[in-house]
Antibody, heavy 122, light 108 residues
Framework: EVQLVQSGAEVKKPGESLRISCKGSGYSFTSYWIGWVRQMPGKGLEWMGIIYPGDSDTRYSPSFQGQVTISADKSISTAYLQWSSLKASDTAMYYCARRVAGSYLYWYFDLWGRGTLVTVSS | DIQMTQSPSTLSASVGDRVTITCRASQSISSWLAWYQQKPGKAPKLLIF???SLESGVPSRFSGSGSGTEFTLTISSLQPDDFATYYCQQYNSYSPITFGQGTRLEIK
């Protein structure tokens, strides 16, 4: 089955670090870009950034540049989103999503993980 | 960044109704627009890409149109499973990906 499996919910304190994961299966993980999307409680979708696991080429939304780090380990078909110092405002659901195959013009997502809920509270 | 504005924010409708959601871009994005459906507690699901192309497996009652700065998602005859929140997303190559703020479709 083609799927993205995300790591489980996390509860952290402000200032702590965190890395969440997204493991692809059922397809060639190194051939598709993986993006990360934030959804704060009761709010809409925000694109954070995207990585190509084949060569780790990474692009960030200006809104998230410097705030998070996106990485991938192609040997285990897993992409990561990490924070070095969490804030309460990082509380949100985080989705990973696979960019569709094909033309370099197509930057939309055809496969989504179920999301990882991150709660940051003192 | 390109701003995407959806209207209305909330739409009340009944089963069988024809509904239309609008998405406007702050600058031309040609046809580089996708639509997603999201149900509570679930991940978004791709419905439409390239403004009017129906994703495989999506019912034909969903359709998209538009180009440039104005786009619409139409559901020809609402079914109970269609009550959800809908998002547009632009993917112009020279700008960061951005989503509309969402349109919540609720039962009247």
């Amino acid at each position: 089955e083609v799927q993205l499996v995300q790591s489980g919910a996390e509860v952290k304190k402000p200032g702590e670090s965190l890395r969440i994961s997204c493991k692809g299966s059922g397809y060639s993980f190194t051939s598709y870009w993986i993006g990360w999307v934030r959804q704060m409680p009761g709010k809409g979708l925000e694109w954070m950034g995207i990585i190509y696991p084949g060569d780790s080429d990474t692009r960030y939304s200006p809104s998230f540049q410097g705030q998070v780090t996106i990485s991938a380990d192609k040997s285990i078909s897993t992409a990561y989103l990490q924070w070095s110092s969490l804030k309460a405002s990082d509380t949100a659901m985080y989705y990973c999503a696979r960019r569709v195959a094909g033309s370099y013009l197509y930057w939309y997502f055809d496969l989504w993980g179920r999301g990882t809920l991150v709660t940051v509270s003192s | 960044d390109i701003q995407m504005t959806q209207s209305p924010s909330t739409l009340s409708a009944s089963v069988g109704d024809r509904v239309t959601i609008t998405c406007r871009a702050s600058q031309s994005i040609s046809s580089w627009l996708a639509w997603y459906q999201q149900k509570p507690g679930k991940a978004p699901k791709l419905l439409i890409f390239k403004a009017s192309s129906l994703e495989s497996g999506v019912p034909s009652r969903f359709s998209g149109s538009g180009s440039g700065t104005e786009f619409t998602l139409t559901i020809s005859s609402l079914q109970p499973d269609d009550f959800a929140t809908y998002y547009c997303q632009q993917y112009n190559s020279y700008s960061p990906i951005t989503f509309g703020q969402g349109t919540r479709l609720e039962i009247k």
